[in-house]
């Protein structure tokens, strides 16, 4: 039987390209006065989070609640999107915008994530961590 060399093997596999990648984000639209979705259930530690302000005139914020104001993605110009915010804990995490704040409130929800035999986090995950909340623009805003 004959074996394949190197370049035939490459001949047959480019062709068929990498797989599809994992999506590595999740979007909340501002529209209307409202998020949504209003629950955003995200895959797993680690992922960023973006909201997209679908709106012509109006400025929003994606703001977390409580007193440690986890994020802060500062103001969203209409017609544009926040940035990343890496959701690297797990919980239920309400947050509003600090321009309609009765209207446009809005909740994140995180799986927590372990390895069944340890209990430990998953070790592959630890990667997605990118980030340094609980600091936000706001807080620096506020120090400076």
């Not at 909201?51 to 802060?72: K, M, Q, R, V």
Request: charged share 15%; proline share 10%.
């Amino acid at each position: 039987m004959r074996r394949l060399g190197p370049v035939a093997l490459a001949a047959v596999l480019i062709p068929f390209g990498a797989p599809p990648a994992l999506a590595v984000s999740q979007s909340v639209d501002m529209e209307n006065f409202d998020f949504s979705p209003v629950v955003t259930n995200v895959l797993f530690q680690g992922i960023p989070v973006h909201w997209n302000n679908g709106t012509i005139y109006t400025t929003h914020t994606s703001t977390a609640n409580g007193p440690f104001e986890l994020w802060d993605t500062g103001d969203v110009l209409p017609g544009t999107l926040s940035r990343d915010v890496y959701m690297n804990y797990a919980g239920t995490f309400n947050y509003h915008c600090i321009y309609h704040p009765t209207q446009m409130q809005g909740r994140v929800r995180v799986p927590l994530e372990v390895v069944p035999t340890s209990g430990s986090p998953a070790p592959w995950r630890k990667r997605l961590k990118e980030t340094t909340w609980p600091w936000s623009p706001r807080s620096a805003r506020a120090s400076s």
